[in-house]
Nanobody, 124 residues
Framework: QVQVVESGGGLVQAGGSLRLSCAVA????????NGWYRQLPGNQRELVAG???????DYADSVKGRFTISRDNTGNTAWLQMDSLKPEDTAVYYC??????????????????WGQGTQVTVSS
């Protein structure tokens, strides 16, 4: 079983910074991708930033130049550094991890796992 836990959300004034952390726990899981998503009530979840094994990153246009995603060598920990925050960044932020889960037969399957979300609120 793989568990994903986010931390670091909170309330911050516009122009401030927050750093979100994502911890992935579980055995027999090889991580290929770590991503941060956000969701407003009534809206679809959207990709904010993603990082692949090897270090390639991708960002939503709305956060380019302000947010930075990173991960450790295994992907078991990922971070999202958020600077110059704006009120429109207010949302619940979710961490997603994708990778290969080894199964008892010795093969593997592709799986994705989500955290429970952490609230980020930016006041004007």
């Amino acid at each position: 079983q793989v568990q994903v836990v986010e931390s670091g959300g909170g309330l911050v004034q516009a122009g401030g910074s927050l750093r979100l952390s994502c911890a992935v726990a579980g055995s027999a899981f090889s991580i290929n991708f770590n991503g941060w998503y956000r969701q407003l009530p009534g809206n679809q979840r959207e990709l904010v930033a993603g990082v692949w094994r090897g270090g390639v990153t991708d960002y939503a246009d709305s956060v380019k130049g302000r947010f930075t995603i990173s991960r450790d060598n295994t992907g078991n920990t990922a971070w999202l550094q958020m600077d110059s925050l704006k009120p429109e960044d207010t949302a619940v932020y979710y961490c997603k991890t994708e990778g290969h889960l080894t199964i008892p037969s010795g093969g593997f399957v592709n799986r994705e796992f989500w955290g429970q979300g952490t609230q980020v609120t930016v006041s004007s």
